[in-house]
């Protein structure tokens, strides 16, 4: 196998990984929605259950498959970047769902490509394509579609627009640390931190009665680890401004979950929007498999 047609595999196989973790994520946002309209508990107590469950989940595995063996400082010192930065993601995305629709807290959410493009090449020197300036660019245009924006900014959305630049610096750290140590102790590591950061904000609140909710409990803390943990492995493989375009599939998934779970329909308007999205989240897989096909081009011949 040559270089060219390798890299081709190294790609796919990330925007696999990723792909699947953008489902899963918002699956996780859905839940922790239930959780807080049919609970009293506030965003900083669902987004702290949601750290624990998937810390008491993660971190026996990872010690279990040996993952912390051989770490550094720079082991540390990234998780704790990366956990901050996700603590805030999640405080704010649930704040915005519990106070607005998941799709339109989800199109403020949107900012979270364009932030860590902007960081992938301003920070850590990445080269991004003009492709995929234009499919972040292309993709943008599909969220507007899907919420047509008025004048007036609906509750939650100044919340989810915090979120995405919280995420959008999550993703950009989590490629910056993708060589510190194994994606599941990296996974534990930042839910150890979340945990730690939200424990005066939820501990009191989640212990102080019986639990409410434990099923939309635990299918938040799982899916947003799982989800997570297919992000983070997928950085492993591929260039931050590759992956980050497919973070636009989760509204494709936040769309499908509004309609069978909280009964919102699309438009037709919005499902034009949905298309756009589809194809600015693919293209840059597309033209980066063409150009790495016209390089194979002599090899195939034989």
Known sequence: ???????????????????????????????????????????????????????????PLAAFLGSFKDL??????????????????????ITAVGKAPLADAYGAFFVGPAVATLL?????????????WWALIVGFVGVVLVLKPSAVVAPGQLWALGAGCFYGAYLTATRWASSVGPPLAQLAGQLCVGTILLAPFGYGELMSSELQS??????????????????????????????????????????????????????????????????AGASPLYLHNLKAGSVNTPTSAK
């Open 72 to 93: 550094t400082w720079r082991y540390v010192i990234a998780q704790v970047l990366r956990g901050s930065l996700l603590a805030g993601t999640i405080v704010c995305i």
């Open 1 to 59: 196998m040559n270089q060219a047609s390798h890299s081709g595999d190294q790609t796919l196989k990330a925007v696999s990984l990723m792909t699947a973790g953008m489902v899963f994520v918002p699956l996780g946002d859905s839940f922790a929605k239930l959780a807080v309209e049919s609970t009293s508990y506030s965003s900083f107590a669902v987004a702290w259950a949601r750290f624990v469950l998937g810390m008491l989940i993660v971190l």
């Open 214 to 279: 434990p099923a939309y409990l635990f299918g938040s803390g799982f899916c947003s680890a799982l989800g997570n943990l297919l992000a983070i492995s997928a950085f492993g493989f591929a260039r931050a401004a590759t992956l980050t375009p497919l973070v636009y599939f989760q509204l494709i998934a936040v769309t499908v979950l509004g309609y069978f779970v909280f009964r919102d329909f699309p438009d037709a308007v919005a499902g034009a929007g949905l298309l756009i999205i589809l194809l």
């Open 120 to 132: 992938a090449r301003f920070v850590l020197g990445e080269t991004v394509r003009r492709y995929q």
